[in-house]
C-alpha cells in the first residue's frame, strides 16, 4: 500500500514556474513508477510525465516537453514536477500516482495508487 500526498501548487502568472511534490509512504518507493498526470475541467485526466522504478528513463507528453521535468529522490520518498515558462492551458488539478505491474507505463489504468490532486491556475 502506497499513500501520495502533492503539495506546491496555487496561482501563477504565464511564463512562471511552480515545482510540485509528491511525498509517498512506504518503504518500497523504488518499486514504483511514477507519474504526474492532470484533469482541466470537462476534460480527461491525462499523463503529462512518467519515470521509471529506476529513475533513468521519463516521458513526457508534447504539450510539456522542453518545460516539464520529472524526477525523483529515494531518500525523501518524493518525486517532483518542475513547471516552467508555464501557460495558460496548464491549468487543471495535477495527480500523482504509482504503479509497480512494470518498470513503467504510460497508461493511466497501471496506476493503482493516487493523491488527492493540487490545484494549478496559469492566469495574469
Known amino acids: 500500500q502506497v499513500q501520495l500526498v502533492e503539495s506546491g501548487g496555487g496561482l501563477v502568472q504565464p511564463g512562471g514556474s511552480l515545482r510540485l511534490s509528491c511525498a509517498a509512504s512506504?518503504?518500497?518507493?523504488?518499486?514504483?513508477?511514477m507519474g504526474w498526470f492532470r484533469q482541466a475541467p470537462g476534460k480527461e485526466r491525462d499523463l503529462v510525465a512518467a519515470?521509471?522504478?529506476?529513475?533513468?528513463?521519463?516521458y513526457y507528453a508534447d504539450s510539456v516537453k522542453g518545460r516539464f521535468t520529472i524526477s525523483r529522490d529515494a531518500a525523501k520518498v518524493t518525486v517532483y514536477l518542475q513547471m516552467n515558462n508555464l501557460k495558460p492551458e496548464d491549468t487543471a488539478i495535477y495527480y500523482c500516482?504509482?504503479?509497480?505491474?512494470?518498470?513503467?507505463?504510460?497508461?493511466?489504468?497501471?496506476?493503482?495508487?493516487w493523491g488527492q490532486g493540487t490545484q494549478v491556475t496559469v492566469s495574469s
Open positions: 519515470i521509471s522504478t529506476s529513475g533513468i528513463n521519463t
Open positions: 500516482a504509482a504503479g509497480s505491474r512494470f518498470s513503467m507505463s504510460l497508461l493511466r489504468g497501471y496506476y493503482d495508487y
Open positions: 512506504g518503504r518500497t518507493f523504488s518499486s514504483y513508477y
